[in-house]
């Protein structure tokens, strides 16, 4: 991820997000917001929207609001989520609330929320679509998980909870930033595809870091969900249901990168590659290594 820190896309992203803070008139919820937009993160979903516009001919200068509206959105999920898991620490540092107090953290949250749909009020009717579709999701994506921690659910539960939990935004990540490139509908939704694939990865391979205990101190809540890891060591030893999983995220991986065959050769597709391959290599080295 060090390399990538340093490329023209996350450059244009962390300099948008200064440009964001420096709007919010009110110091509160300017402090609020800088904690949970600057708190260090892979950033991932914006990334690939940039990329994945640039990926179809697009540039990243019209693709960079719908970016910033992804990440505003995603930053105002994780306040919610740290407060429905009680959350202690996320990426090493107190949750929004345990800094601020719920007041500020919850309207923190509302204030990302509104910005994302002022930063995406200029687009085209398909991406606003997709953004409005991946908000709704998200919030059911959030009942599903909810009550995987009361009770034991199955794997055709547990992949549909991802789906809509954390797929869906990287599934409109990679679908707006090639419709803003203006890309057919069918090129669209081959890319909302891999997107959709990328995403249940990415919960996979954060799954296994939670099942291994990697991350202790970087993430801390007193709420746990039924992960896919749990479920696995219900029927096998703990080195074989880490396997299982690994292998589902292969499986994704494998589709990704046949779908890039559709794409034209360049800097797009090899960063896109190296975004997937920091999934692979994050999975592979830092769980089992």
């Given at each position: 991820m060090?390399?990538?820190?340093?490329?023209k896309?996350?450059r244009?992203?962390?300099?948008?997000?200064?440009?964001?803070?420096?709007?919010?008139?009110?110091?509160?919820i300017?402090?609020?917001?800088?904690?949970?937009?600057?708190?260090?993160?892979?950033?991932?979903?914006?990334?690939?929207?940039?990329?994945?516009?640039?990926?179809?001919?697009?540039?990243?200068?019209?693709?960079?609001?719908?970016?910033?509206?992804?990440e505003?959105?995603?930053?105002?999920?994780?306040?919610?989520?740290?407060i429905?898991?009680?959350?202690?620490?996320?990426?090493?540092?107190?949750?929004?609330?345990?800094?601020?107090?719920?007041?500020?953290a919850?309207v923190s949250?509302?204030?990302?929320?509104?910005?994302?749909?002022?930063?995406y009020?200029?687009?085209?009717?398909?991406?606003?679509?997709a953004?409005?579709?991946?908000?709704?999701?998200?919030?059911?994506?959030?009942v599903l998980?909810?009550?995987?921690?009361?009770?034991?659910?199955?794997?055709?539960?547990?992949?549909?909870?991802?789906?809509?939990?954390?797929?869906?935004?990287?599934?409109s990540?990679f679908?707006?930033?090639?419709?803003?490139?203006?890309?057919?509908?069918?090129?669209?939704?081959?890319?909302r595809?891999?997107?959709?694939?990328?995403?249940?990865?990415?919960?996979?391979?954060?799954?296994?870091?939670?099942?291994?205990?990697?991350?202790?101190?970087?993430?801390?809540?007193l709420?746990?969900?039924?992960?896919?890891?749990?479920?696995?060591?219900?029927?096998?030893?703990?080195?074989?249901?880490?396997?299982?999983?690994?292998?589902?995220?292969?499986?994704?991986?494998e589709?990704?990168?046949?779908?890039?065959?559709?794409?034209?050769?360049?800097?797009p597709?090899?960063?896109?590659?190296?975004?997937?391959?920091?999934?692979?290599?994050?999975?592979?080295?830092?769980?089992?290594?």
């Amino acid at each position: 991820m060090t390399r990538m820190q340093n490329w023209k896309e996350m450059r244009a992203i962390n300099e948008g997000i200064d440009q964001l803070l420096a709007g919010v008139e009110l110091p509160e919820i300017r402090q609020g917001m800088a904690h949970s937009l600057k708190t260090s993160g892979k950033r991932l979903r914006p990334l690939t929207l940039l990329i994945m516009a640039e990926l179809n001919g697009g540039t990243v200068e019209k693709a960079l609001n719908a970016a910033l509206g992804i990440e505003c959105i995603h930053t105002a999920s994780l306040i919610q989520d740290d407060i429905l898991d009680e959350g202690l620490k996320r990426r090493g540092e107190l949750t929004s609330h345990e800094k601020f107090g719920i007041f500020i953290a919850t309207v923190s949250a509302d204030y990302l929320i509104s910005r994302a749909v002022m930063l995406y009020s200029g687009y085209d009717a398909k991406s606003i679509e997709a953004f409005g579709r991946m908000g709704l999701e998200l919030a059911e994506g959030e009942v599903l998980d909810i009550k995987t921690r009361r009770s034991k659910t199955d794997e055709a539960y547990y992949l549909e909870c991802v789906r809509r939990k954390t797929a869906t935004a990287f599934a409109s990540c990679f679908e707006i930033g090639a419709r803003i490139a203006g890309v057919s509908d069918d090129k669209a939704e081959l890319c909302r595809k891999m997107g959709e694939e990328f995403g249940i990865a990415y919960q996979i391979v954060d799954d296994l870091i939670e099942f291994t205990r990697i991350d202790d101190e970087n993430k801390i809540s007193l709420q746990q969900s039924y992960i896919l890891p749990l479920m696995y060591l219900e029927t096998m030893p703990r080195e074989q249901a880490i396997d299982a999983c690994m292998k589902q995220v292969e499986k994704r991986i494998e589709f990704i990168e046949q779908s890039l065959g559709e794409f034209d050769d360049g800097e797009p597709k090899d960063k896109l590659r190296e975004v997937v391959d920091v999934l692979r290599k994050y999975n592979g080295v830092k769980i089992k290594g």
